[in-house]
């Protein structure tokens, strides 16, 4: 065997899928593998705590490995585990959640319930799609080259139609990106992402519309740090699509964060409720409240509930949600640290209870330290990634105790998670 050249089991997963082995006690972080796999591989980087490679040779397979539904498995970066069983992905997010609690927030805890998605492929109900040198795909594994699409198992049919037709577009070459959004019904918000301005879409649209386009707009972006800029145009359509959870029905715009997978946050936020206990007379605060579907699922139990959002069409969406479902709820713009400190100081109003349910870098620190020093009675903190979650408990416990942490795998075939954390005060 070459000198540079070294055999190794993988003995894990990073926080992005790929394997793990070691090499004279320092982790090695492969390209690829499942755990179980015996593998030869290649050092690529040398780190002082750690090195990357890359596989050369798998000399034995997992016996936890699975034969991949998808084509574009081996290469393309959207999924992480379609090779692996989805009993042992289960119990490796579990285990991976536990060493978070124990290890970074330094907890004595561990993950009381799994709950595993209803539908482990077609659930995903918003993509965003790479366009480059006239070719439409997804990022590739650990890297920024494209990987041509023509058909994605993990979105419904109806953008799997919708895909096939954005190949055929003349202008092709004038995207940067599309966006495709779905509801419960299969019908579609699509998003075009202009290179150059303005797009004549007169050679698709009757097709798009055939398919249950519902909406289309125009994003003008010129960087690459956000999938989309704020710059929408309509250019055609109702301007939105309806979504449904624990049958309330949501109004979704272009920018309107939505979970992902339906079904699963269905049992999420059942999850989130139960911890929550809501009560008739209970003050709430939702931070982080998007278009507001944690905070109707709680104001329909006769509380009242303030949520919080920094983005403005989702606020707007909130309250017009609010409004076509008859349900009673208050919605404030602005950021989750700064708004919830106004309405403390302005308006004399303290909750008794708080949903946090922030992006993947987790609380901010002004949040977190003012939720230290003004308590409540119970936090439910929602997140989708339990290492700044566990950061985030870490400084929290000095208060408040975690009482119950619940998993629910709201992204099957990929390393991501989300958790549900009970903390109530001392």
Known sequence: MEENKFIGEILDF???????????GKPVFLDAGVIGDKVEFIVTKNKKNFSKGKITNTIKKSKDRVESPCPYFKECGGCDFLNYSDEKELKWKEKDVNKNLNRLAELNIEVQEVIDSPEKIKYRNNMQFQVRDGKIGLFAKNSKEIIPIKNCIMQRDSANEVLRIMWKYKKLKDLKRIGIRTNYKGEVLLILVSKKGKLEIKDILSDLIDLGVRSIYINYNKEDRTHYSREFEKIFGDGSIEEELLGIKYKISPESFFQINRLATEELYKKAI????PKEDDKIYDLYCGVGSISLSVARRECDVTGIEIVDSAVDDARENAE????????????AEEAIEKLWEEEKKYPNKIIVDPPRKGLDEKLVNFLKENPVDRIVYISCNPATQARDLKSLK?????????????????????????????
């Not at 139960?274 to 206990?277: A, D, K, P």
């Open 324 to 335: 076509n479902n008859k349900i009673e709820a208050r919605f404030v713009k602005g950021s």
């Open 14 to 24: 990073d926080f992005k899928g790929l394997g793990m082995t070691k090499l004279n």
């Open 274 to 277: 139960e911890y929550l206990n």
């Open 398 to 426: 000095e208060i408040y105790n975690v009482e119950k942490v619940a998993l629910v795998n709201l992204f099957p075939n990929t390393a991501h998670v989300e958790t549900v954390v009970l903390m109530s005060r001392e």
